[in-house]
């Protein structure tokens, strides 16, 4: 009886709850409907744009065009504007002296992290650690609202498989499925449970889509591609942040079948609003409606305009061609009102969702951004994250961890550098406050080790490179003493030390939009010095910092181990000192591959077989004559300071008809002497298929924490869907068939099991 009454309970609570919400929902569209009745076709067409705020030396400014667009309901969106007393400012400007007086919402690019940084994206990726990458968004999300924000153009979820493009630094690597899984985590993380809290800001997907296989991989280019590599590569993230709630969609700069992004009815509507169902706003990336002109595709801004509004964009970034010529075109009859305020409508329901029509200063308050503005436990989280995201990529003869009673030779330009630490697109952090990789080891070694420091080398030597990266903000700082003095220097140093740590890569601006290089060695100036290192026969330890791949073939030979720190952020060298000295053991694992060299590119773990795959007794088979056909380090690769040993992986069944399920079961063991994470992985591989499928897919894993000498039964479990794969029309289905199921320490090292799906 009483569980009659709790069911019966639970049953009323349930109703009345969605009685409330779709209350709620009504409200909320009577108040919008009743908006849009009134609003001038000028003041629908101002929500519909987005403009930019501009920060220079002496603070947050705003062009006088575009105050006056505020007071006249001409605009409804400001980007690069943040700080309590700035947002406030224009807010109380949209509020108190328009017509209708709605709200701003204002955007910002928070990237990984606003004031408090985390690891770049990609490097973050690497920590395989779902929890830590919805949290780090939720830190910035609390930061960045904290500051007047309500918006952040992220996360962007192109998977990428070419490291010439900068702009991998920002996205989850290579993968489909992991990346669909970190695009879910980073919108929950910014939006939270309810888009109303004060803590949480809207998300935005981006670039809708497949912007990450540019051609060549140069940023803004071209791509082409098959519709089955769309649907079943590139589309999947997007998705799943749809899926997760995201509140809007940030189109893309390339084409898709000769078609621009922004212009793109079949993926704005077709997909994104009718199949998939999504219910946010569209805004484009920065003037990409007027770049449909170069591309060949619009006859001039006016069309361009007409083109983006029919295909689905609701909002346009900085472009002004809807602010420009909608009326117009509206006039003509070239756009129906009807779309228009389509368009208006899903804008308004954001800011609604937002919470800023029932308090525009919700986010200006000035007690919280003091207190939550890079605080000591966002400081202390970004210190996790960063150690969480390193991946020990050489580790010859245990030189790592240090030892006590060292003296280390700290070399390299980027050992006392702190700009570089915060990475491309740091937001609103400030780098005079992060932690070196000088400061860290101090502070770790006190007692310990002795640290000895000499530059060496300039971060470059190219001057035509330090010149371009400086007209764009890449602060690129010289030493005004020659090579030769710098590496005297360096060497005199380094006779007198036990070992050396060498902190090399790139500088910040080497990565991130509008960053691409055709070649990702380490600058040769580096290399130089690093051979001149090399033969002072001391033991070196390679720290990168970087926003992508590099190629490290005489790298991975010559040095006795490398450290991928990435861009690790406010705590950077707090973190890579700890990692160093072994008070926290590595555990991280690349999402995207190490190529050997350049002419390997596009290369990935997931890719699929050919006619004549490769045979090294056959000369006619797939292959290079001067490179291996693998990647230096695959994915999913990743040392620790421990060692783990993989049992015998088991299936319950050899057999399953569509439908059912199967579990894999193998142990792990710690046979090491220090406790550490394990990241095991699970992939499959459908032999025949009615489309050819890649070698390896990645379907599961599960992150481990191991005592030294202890054990564990790790299990998956999959079901006929995990099996599933895209058919010629775009469908995904589980075919009966035979298939591999891997498991194993990466993409390469795994064992192999036969496994079949009957009907």
Request: hydrophobic share 40%.
């Amino acid at each position: 009886m009483n569980k009659k009454l709790l069911l019966l309970s639970l049953l009323i609570i349930g109703a009345n709850f969605l009685t409330a919400q779709t209350q709620k929902q009504k409200e909320k569209h009577q108040f919008i409907d009743s908006l849009i009745n009134i609003m001038t076709i000028e003041e629908k067409i101002g929500q519909m744009s987005l403009f930019t705020s501009d920060w220079d030396k002496t603070g947050p400014t705003l062009r006088e065009g575009y105050i006056n667009d505020i007071k006249s309901g001409k605009a409804g969106a400001i980007f690069n504007a943040y700080t309590v007393a700035y947002t406030r400012k224009l807010q109380k400007i949209a509020v108190d002296e328009t017509r209708l007086h709605i709200p701003l919402i204002f955007g910002y690019d928070v990237i990984h992290g606003h004031r408090t940084i985390f690891p770049i994206p990609l490097g973050e990726s690497c920590s395989w650690d779902l929890k830590s990458i919805e949290q780090s968004a939720r830190v910035a999300a609390t930061e960045a609202a904290a500051e007047g924000l309500q918006w952040t153009f992220a996360p962007m979820v192109d998977i990428a498989r070419d490291p010439r493009w900068g702009r991998i630094a920002e996205g989850a690597g290579e993968d489909t499925w992991l990346g669909s899984l970190i695009a879910a985590a980073r919108v929950k993380g910014f939006q939270g449970n309810d888009l109303g809290a004060i803590n949480t800001i809207a998300a935005c997907a981006k670039h809708y889509a497949a912007y990450g296989a540019a051609q060549g991989g140069r940023d803004y280019n071209v791509v082409d591609m098959s519709l089955y590599s769309l649907h079943n590569t590139y589309l999947p993230p997007f998705k799943a942040c749809v899926d997760a709630g995201v509140a809007t969609f940030m189109t893309a700069f390339n084409e898709i079948n000769g078609i621009p992004c922004s212009a793109s009815n079949y993926l704005l509507n077709d997909i994104l609003k009718n199949a998939w169902g999504f219910r946010g706003f569209v805004v484009t990336d920065y003037t990409s409606i007027n770049e449909m002109v170069p591309h060949g595709y619009a006859t001039d801004e006016k069309h361009a305009a007409q083109l983006a509004l029919n295909a689905g964009v609701d909002m346009d970034m900085q472009g002004a061609t809807f602010y420009n010529y909608l009326k117009d075109l509206n006039k003509e009859d070239k756009v129906k009102l009807l779309e228009i305020d389509k368009a208006v409508r899903r804008i308004l329901s954001i800011k609604y969702d937002l919470g800023l029509f029932e308090d525009p200063y919700r986010y200006c308050d000035e007690k919280r951004e003091a207190e939550v503005s890079f605080s000591k436990k966002n400081q202390d989280f970004a210190n996790e994250v960063a150690k969480k995201s390193m991946v020990l990529l050489k580790n010859e003869a245990n030189v790592l961890p240090l030892k006590k009673g060292l003296t280390i030779a700290l070399v390299g330009p980027l050992a006392k550098d702190k700009r570089n630490l915060l990475g491309n697109w740091s937001a609103a952090g400030d780098w005079k406050k992060s932690i070196s990789v000088w400061e860290g080891l101090q502070t770790a070694s006190a007692g310990k080790n002795t640290i000895q420091y000499a530059k060496g080398c300039n971060l470059l030597d190219d001057q035509m490179l330090i010149q371009k990266l400086n007209g764009s903000g890449g602060d690129i700082e010289t030493d005004a003493r020659s090579q030769a003095e710098m590496l005297k220097e360096a060497l005199e140093v380094a006779g007198k030390s036990d070992i050396i740590i060498a902190v090399m890569g790139e500088s910040q601006g080497m990565s991130g939009e509008a960053a691409s290089r055709s070649d990702i060695n380490l600058p040769e100036n580096q290399k130089i010095f690093l051979k001149a290192l090399k033969a002072s026969g001391k033991p070196i330890v390679l720290v990168l910092m970087n926003g992508r791949p590099l190629t490290l073939p005489w790298e991975n030979e010559n040095m006795n181990a490398i450290v991928e720190t990435w861009f690790s952020g406010s705590m950077a060298g707090e973190a890579i000192a700890q990692i160093l000295l072994g008070e926290y053991n590595p555990g991280a694992k690349l999402t995207i591959s190490f190529p050997r060299s350049v002419g390997q590119i596009p290369i990935y773990y997931n890719m699929k077989n050919t006619g004549r795959p490769f045979d090294q007794n056959n000369k006619y088979t797939s292959k290079y004559l001067d490179v291996e056909n693998t990647p230096l380090y695959p994915f999913g690769y990743g040392l620790s300071y421990t060692n783990y040993e993989y049992g015998k992986a088991i299936l319950d069944k050899n057999k399953i008809h569509i439908g059912e399920s199967v579990k894999i079961n193998i142990d792990i063991s710690n046979t090491g002497k220090m406790a550490g994470e394990e990241i095991v992985q699970l992939y499959i591989h459908h032999i025949q298929s009615g489309t050819t499928r890649p070698l390896k897919e990645l379907k599961g894993f599960e992150k481990i924490f191991l005592e030294a000498g202890t054990k564990k039964n790790v299990g998956f479990e999959l079901n006929s869907n995990d099996f599933a794969s895209m058919t010629q029309d775009l469908k995904m289905i589980c075919e009966p068939g035979k298939y591999e199921i891997m498991v194993g320490r990466n993409s390469e090292d795994l064992q192999k099991l036969n496994f079949e799906i009957i009907k």
